[in-house]
């Protein structure tokens, strides 16, 4: 099916694991992002990609880290899960980036809890 | 302290009200979007405004731009239950870096009551 997937839609991981949260779009854009989304503070952008390759910080990047071998697919891994990542984290997807964005296709979000 | 700023927080409204949602930046606005988010669920782009001035319509819902004030109202019209759900502001703003973000507002929290 055309759009942009998340994968696991919930998962719940202890203090220390690692965990890797999937992204997928047929569509073929250039950029991809990942958000948290947390009471209090809204959307806030982790990473984002602008090609395959090239990956570059956000607001909240710290404990987070994103690769991009492919156009179509962009996965965040925590290494060491802490407490504090608890969150639904969102995926999207855009044909432009900069000044020039346009709109952002979201994916369903990811519950994460980390015990 | 937040660059976009949504107002009010939350809102509660009788089925069959006006409202309006604000949402102004602390920055130069390029490009102003809005989305929506139905609880649980990922968010649905409503319209995006880049000039000025401009005003976009769909269904029941108007934004507006307001470049000089850097701010953006969205307006619903004889609110319904289908209209229940978070809205949020987003928009391109340029960082102290002077690279380009695009940034969202902590979101409103809309609830119809009949």
């Known amino acids: 099916d055309a759009g942009i997937t998340q994968s696991p839609r919930y998962k719940i991981t202890e203090t220390g694991r690692q965990v890797t949260l999937m992204c997928h779009q047929t569509w073929s854009h250039s950029y991809m992002f990942w958000y948290r989304q947390d009471l209090g503070h809204g959307l806030r952008l982790i990473y984002y990609?602008?090609?395959?390759?090239?990956?570059d910080k956000g607001e909240v990047p710290d404990g987070y880290v994103v690769s991009r071998s492919k156009t179509e697919n962009f996965p965040l891994t925590l290494e060491s899960a802490t407490r504090s990542q608890t969150s639904v984290y969102f995926c999207?997807?855009?044909?432009?980036?900069?000044?020039?964005?346009?709109?952002?296709?979201f994916g369903e979000g990811s519950r994460l809890t980390v015990l | 302290s937040q660059e976009l700023e949504q107002s009010p927080q939350s809102l509660i409204v009788q089925e069959g009200k006006n409202l309006t949602i604000n949402c102004t930046s602390s920055k130069t606005l390029y490009g102003l979007y809005w989305y929506k988010q139905k609880y649980g669920e990922g968010l649905i782009f409503l319209m995006m405004?880049?000039?000025?001035?401009e005003e976009k319509s769909h269904e029941k819902i108007t934004a507006k731009l307001d470049e000089k004030k850097q701010q953006s109202s969205l307006h619903i019209t004889a609110s319904q239950p289908s209209h229940a759900g978070i809205y949020l502001c987003?928009?391109?703003?340029?960082?102290?870096?002077?690279?380009?973000?695009?940034?969202f507002g902590t979101g409103t929290r809309l609830t119809i009551i009949p």
């Open positions: 405004l880049q000039k000025g001035g």
């Open positions: 987003g928009a391109v703003l340029i960082s102290n870096f002077g690279n380009e973000k695009l940034t």
């Open positions: 999207a997807s855009s044909e432009r980036g900069g000044l020039y964005t346009g709109e952002l296709f």
């Open positions: 990609s602008a090609a395959a390759d090239i990956t």
